[in-house]
């Protein structure tokens, strides 16, 4: 009855999303780099016949934030009567945040748990979106990126955050593309959240080329992307594709 087993497969049928060959071959040369601080990575863990990078950009995840049961502070000699879990599914494009609830409740209902209920834990959700890596403007994007720094730049079909970049690429329309400026120890979101000096002269380089290929060669792009339709599986659900009249939307982050 539980959404995963031992080894942290999902069990949950419908909450398995496909994995689209563009995205298994952005994430073929990523490498998770782990600090000597970092949690280690278990090989093991997950779906199976995936790599890690693909179990973390590329599949959904299943967490539990927190559990309760009884009195934890002040135990008592007796069966506690409820228990309570806060769960959390990071999904990725091709899962329907609106059947997540009712997946859940039906693998409930087969294992004969009629009587646990289902809750949504928040109001609104955000959609999943991913701008599909063989569109025009991700290759466009690769290379002004090389150009201008003269590296390889990683690409990441999605990130593991929670951001409404739904408002962006389904309600406008626009193509995202994240473009982040930052190292692993900056500190995100705490006291102490910096950014190096280096990174940021860098991030001022990358941003002016981006806009300066965007002059450049922006309306062959909008052509070319009009000319070759983006697969509708690779946009998040009731995503519907406007006439497009604008370059793609950068996100500095």
Not at 67 to 93: E, Y
Request: with cysteine; charged share 20%; hydrophobic share 40%.
């Amino acid at each position: 009855a539980c959404p995963l087993d031992a080894k942290g497969r999902t069990l949950v049928e419908p909450l398995k999303p496909p994995l689209p060959e563009a995205v298994r071959a952005a994430l073929a040369d990523i490498t998770l780099a782990e600090d000597r601080n970092d949690p280690t990575i278990e090989p093991d863990w997950g779906e199976p016949g995936l790599t890690p990078a693909e179990k973390i950009y590329g599949w959904n995840a299943i967490e539990v934030l927190a559990f309760t049961t009884g009195s934890p502070d002040a135990p008592v000699n007796a069966i506690p009567p409820t228990a309570k879990a806060t769960m959390q599914l990071r999904f990725v494009v091709d899962t329907d945040p609106k059947t997540i609830l009712s997946a859940v409740r039906a693998h409930l209902d087969a294992h004969g748990l009629r009587r646990v209920a289902v809750a949504p834990g928040r109001m609104a959700t955000f959609t999943a979106t991913r701008l599909d890596p063989d569109d025009p403007w991700v290759g466009w994007a690769l290379a002004s990126i090389a150009r201008t720094t003269g590296k390889k730049p990683a690409l990441l079909p999605n990130l593991g955050g929670s951001l409404p970049n739904d408002v962006f690429a389904d309600i406008l329309g626009l193509p995202t593309i994240w473009v982040p400026h930052s190292y692993p120890s900056c500190s995100q979101h705490a006291p102490d959240e910096h950014l190096l000096a280096p990174l940021a002269r860098e991030a001022l380089r990358i941003m002016a080329g981006l806009f300066y290929d965007l002059g450049e060669d922006g309306t062959r792009i909008v052509k070319e992307r009009s000319q070759c339709p983006i697969r509708p599986r690779m946009c998040s659900p009731g995503w519907r594709r406007a006439p497009e009249r604008w370059g793609p939307c950068f996100i500095v982050w």
